[in-house]
């Protein structure tokens, strides 16, 4: 019998018909079902003053988004090193440099004292990640950023369908990034969404996902295209296919009940693992969250041990993340202390989170977790 997986999609009877509609429908490319995913997701998150654009990655919306305020050579964004690689390289895709900065040892998010330190006059923007099931201070970022009048990219990959302050992520942030690749919250196989602020800035990235053509959407939108367009600006190859749209559509479609077992998981993982003592878990009650994946904090010296022995019982565990500034890829670019992040990176433990997970699924892993504690 294989392992308990890290993490599993929920592929059911509705992607099945969805991916069946879509592929007899004959139009392949961009289409009807983007604009019905970009039109869902806008009425999901309640965007009254932002705009959604569906795109073929997250790591291409980071890109569209770092090119649309207009990141480029010698220019520095400052990120979390305990952050997607998918961060790191859309900066440096620009020509701008990733700056690493520290987290909070609490929320494991970036730590905004720590980053207003590296704020000089080459940095364009603040990358803010919500980790795990854990939100940044949004509000303190809104401030750092009219103060030193940079912009934020929110990258939201981990909190699709939480609240910040009871407004839901994707809402309210100056650009916000969300991903829906195969294992995440919801997927749509791969997929990503910008939210941006106007709709000037929604026509701008329109046309960089379509290799910039000025190819209206609202055209496309109807299974049709325009033969004759002008080319204004730099553009990729990154829009989203119908086929990815109608897998998408359908799993958004689940997020209430998705949102609520996840939820339920996470109280019970929080409640069981809380009382073991060499154990630190996500200091949160989950009200209002989304959780995307639950962790775990294991001292340095038995982080390994508690992995391989949990592997060995039927049950695997990932590690998210190892922190940007140790790749032999970005090791010399610039940072300052990561004291919190460099311990953290050897501490942390993913174990499985899914929508859906049975009873004896939850209990087996947090009895093979109280076991390894009791005898080691
Ligand atoms: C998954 C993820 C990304 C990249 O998204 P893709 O859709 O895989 O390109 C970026 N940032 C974070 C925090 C992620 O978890």
């Known amino acids: 019998?294989?392992?308990?997986?890290?993490?599993?999609?929920?592929?059911?009877?509705?992607?099945?018909?969805?991916?069946?509609?879509?592929?007899?429908?004959?139009?392949?490319?961009?289409g009807s079902y983007v604009g019905d995913f970009e039109k869902n997701i806008k009425q999901?998150?309640?965007?009254?003053?932002?705009?959604?654009?569906?795109?073929?990655?997250?790591?291409?919306?980071?890109?569209?988004?770092?090119?649309?305020?207009?990141?480029?050579?010698?220019?520095?964004?400052?990120?979390?090193?305990?952050?997607?690689?998918?961060?790191?390289?859309?900066?440096?895709?620009?020509?701008?440099?990733?700056?690493?900065?520290?987290?909070?040892?609490?929320?494991?998010?970036?730590?905004?004292?720590?980053?207003?330190?590296?704020?000089?006059?080459k940095t364009k923007a603040i990358i803010s990640m919500d980790y795990a099931c854990q939100l940044c201070d949004h509000d303190k970022l809104e401030e750092l950023s009219k103060k030193n009048s940079i912009r934020i990219i929110h990258d939201a990959a981990h909190s699709?369908?939480?609240?910040?302050?009871?407004?839901?992520?994707?809402?309210?942030?100056?650009?916000?990034?969300?991903?829906?690749?195969?294992?995440?919250?919801?997927?749509?196989?791969?997929?990503?969404?910008?939210?941006?602020?106007?709709?000037?800035?929604?026509?701008?990235?329109?046309?960089?996902?379509?290799?910039?053509?000025?190819?209206?959407?609202?055209v496309m939108y109807q299974n049709k295209r325009a033969w004759t367009y002008d080319v204004s600006r730099l553009g990729f190859r990154y829009h989203m296919p119908n086929l990815h749209a109608a897998i998408g559509i359908a799993q958004l479609a689940k997020m209430e009940q998705i949102s609520a077992s996840r939820q339920e998981t996470c109280r019970y993982y929080n409640n069981v693992l809380g009382r073991i003592s060499d154990l630190n878990i996500p200091d949160t009650n989950f009200d209002n969250i989304t959780p995307f994946l639950y962790y775990i904090r294991v001292a340095e010296d038995r982080r390994n041990a508690l992995s391989d022995?949990?592997?060995?019982?039927?049950?695997?565990?990932?590690?998210?993340?190892?922190?940007?500034?140790?790749?032999?890829?970005?090791?010399?670019?610039?940072?300052?202390?990561l004291s919190v992040t460099n311990t953290i990176c050897r501490e942390i433990l993913t174990i499985p989170l899914h929508s859906f997970m049975s009873d004896d699924i939850k209990s087996k892993i947090v009895k093979t977790i109280g076991d390894f504690f009791k005898n080691n």
Not at 2 to 30: H, K, Q, Y
């Open 309 to 337: 022995y949990l592997s060995k019982n039927g049950i695997d565990t990932g590690i998210h993340w190892q922190p940007g500034h140790l790749f032999t890829r970005f090791q010399d670019y610039p940072h300052d202390d």
């Open 1 to 30: 019998m294989s392992n308990i997986p890290v993490f599993r999609p929920i592929i059911s009877a509705d992607e099945f018909s969805a991916c069946t509609e879509a592929l007899e429908n004959g139009w392949l490319g961009m």
């Open 160 to 218: 699709f369908g939480s609240k910040y302050k009871n407004k839901l992520i994707g809402s309210f942030s100056d650009i916000c990034m969300f991903s829906f690749d195969p294992v995440k919250t919801i997927t749509s196989i791969d997929g990503g969404i910008l939210v941006v602020k106007s709709e000037e800035e929604q026509q701008i990235i329109q046309e960089m996902r379509l290799i910039g053509m000025g190819q209206p959407s609202k």
């Open 44 to 121: 999901f998150l309640s965007l009254n003053d932002r705009f959604p654009v569906a795109l073929s990655t997250g790591h291409a919306a980071l890109h569209l988004a770092l090119l649309l305020i207009g990141v480029g050579d010698g220019d520095e964004v400052i990120t979390p090193s305990f952050n997607n690689i998918a961060d790191f390289q859309a900066i440096i895709a620009t020509g701008a440099s990733p700056v690493f900065c520290d987290i909070c040892d609490n929320s494991l998010c970036i730590d905004l004292e720590k980053a207003e330190r590296l704020i000089n006059s």
